[in-house]
């Protein structure tokens, strides 16, 4: 009998119970059967909405009709015309603000699962071995890309396409920015940033990884060597802190040093690598972004018997990816809502034993459009704890930003840029991705990286293009 869908289908996926013995990816991809029957049911719209959601500007119609003519190596090249990095974007993409926000089948149905199927044939390629790229003869010009996550890697990627020669600069010793320390194996596997950073070296990338620009060598070190514009996309890599009483308690660990021990430094794989990571009976997670049910998690894999996420507002406003949550809570995760913590607790020995929180309720909408978390008089309470994880935001690593004289910072600490080109106050510097807006999404990232290598290249072929900088 033929397999039909009856609606939008659902991403098959490990039992919880199975998926916290180990770090091992959960969602196990759509079946071909699946993959080509969704894709159907796209309306191929003459003027797509869909595409105007996506930050990289995928012919998103072009691949869904070639998907369901099963024509899948002709729709993976046709999504790498836009994107480098499709098995990532189909992972760890939130399609359900961006291009499935936009589905006009979203109106009065369900939309077309796009990242589902961006996943599933950049899934088929890897089955059938990637394609190697045509190399585009040099044009002549050297460019310098600060930073391998998305924003670089896709800048770097584009620019070589045009013919540019590349080199990015990582200040770690593998790249992939936060797609290696900051996003856990059962979510994004490392092997699969790998094969994409590999295609991006197809291209003819090349990558010097433990080179922190601002220390190991400066811009003006490599405008001497060559190199006639930059792309610093670095990332948001200096973690926020509560700033209450009792935060620097042994036990108290920020996410970003919690995920990279984790992830990069695999500490789940201790003692086979030697980067420990504690982890008591109880495991408090602070926060409510996607960071945080990482982090939670992990903690659920690390063997903690108990993980509660302290979040300040309701579910409803959690910026994490409602997938995220649901998985979560699935594993024995415990969300509690509209409670803020207010100190840590330590024992003699300077560990920490206990949050104690508050209650809250929600008041008017703030800045951001959410309402405003407001404290309950005399409702505080603790929660006995042997772990905290602080995941509560990152904002700009000042190592490089401190060391280029003239580079203009916004009141926040990040890079002031043209939010459509990428341009700084420095001629020939262009910037993008979380050093920019502030932490944001792998998708928004990339994008930014994808204009900045589109504004360079202008550059590079006439600087006039550019009058701020004459």
């Known amino acids: 009998m033929q397999n039909r869908l009856s609606g939008r289908p659902k991403m098959p996926q490990r039992p919880p119970k199975e998926r916290i013995k180990d770090f091992e990816e959960v969602p196990l991809g759509l079946p071909e059967w699946a993959a080509v029957e969704e894709a159907k049911r796209c309306l191929q719209c003459k003027k797509p909405q869909c595409v105007q959601g996506c930050p990289v500007e995928i012919d998103i119609p072009g691949f869904l009709k070639l998907v369901a003519e099963g024509r899948f190596e002709d729709a993976i090249a046709k999504i790498k015309e836009k994107n480098s990095l499709p098995a990532i974007c189909g992972r760890v993409c939130p399609q359900e603000t961006q291009c499935e926000e936009k589905c006009v089948l979203g109106k009065k149905g369900q939309p077309i699962a796009i990242g589902y199927l961006e996943r599933f044939v950049a899934d088929y390629e890897r089955e059938k071995g990637i394609r190697p790229p045509s190399a585009p003869s040099w044009n002549g010009h050297r460019v310098a890309v600060i930073g ?40 994004l596997p490392k092997s699969i940033v790998a094969q994409e950073v590999d295609y991006v070296r197809s291209l003819g990338v090349e990558i010097e990884l433990s080179c922190v620009v601002g220390k190991t060598l400066t811009i003006d070190d490599l405008r001497e060597e060559g190199y006639e514009a930059f792309f610093i996309g670095t990332g948001a890599g200096l973690p926020y802190f509560l700033n209450i009483p009792g935060e620097n308690l042994n036990g108290i660990y920020s996410a970003n040093e919690f995920l990279t021990r984790t992830n990069l430094m695999k500490a789940y794989l201790f003692p086979e690598f030697d980067t420990p990571v504690k982890i008591g009976r109880r495991v408090a997670v602070i926060g409510g972004g996607n960071v945080a049910m990482d982090a939670a998690r992990c903690a659920l894999r690390l063997g903690a018997e108990e993980v509660c996420l302290v979040y300040r507002r309701t579910k409803k406003e959690m910026p994490a990816r409602v997938e995220e949550v649901e998985r979560a809570e699935e594993e024995g995760v415990n969300c509690i809502i509209l409670t803020n913590p207010v100190r840590f607790i330590g024992n003699d020995n300077g560990w920490v034993t206990g949050i104690e929180c508050i209650q809250m309720e929600l008041g008017e909408p703030d800045e951001s459009g959410r309402r405003r978390p407001v404290p309950i008089p005399g409702s505080e309470f603790v929660i006995p704890i042997d772990t905290v994880v602080v995941a509560i ?17 916004n009141k926040k600490g990040y890079i002031a840029a ?3 080109t990428g341009a700084t106050s420095l001629p020939g510097v262009f910037a993008g991705g979380d050093i920019v807006t ?31 900088w004459r």
């Open 393 to 409: 935001g990152q904002g700009p690593n000042p190592l490089l930003l401190e060391t280029i004289k003239g580079l203009a910072l």
């Open 418 to 420: 043209d939010p459509q």
């Open 148 to 187: 391998s996550g998305p924003a670089g890697l896709t800048c770097a990627g584009d620019l070589a396409k045009m013919g540019y020669q590349v080199t990015i600069f990582e200040a770690l010793h593998a790249p992939g920015g936060v797609l290696v320390y900051g996003i856990p194996e059962f979510r």
């Open 438 to 468: 502030g932490a944001a999404t792998v998708i928004s990232a990339m994008g930014a990286g994808k204009r900045a290598a589109r504004s360079i290249d202008l550059y590079l072929k006439d600087p006039n293009k550019f009058p701020q």
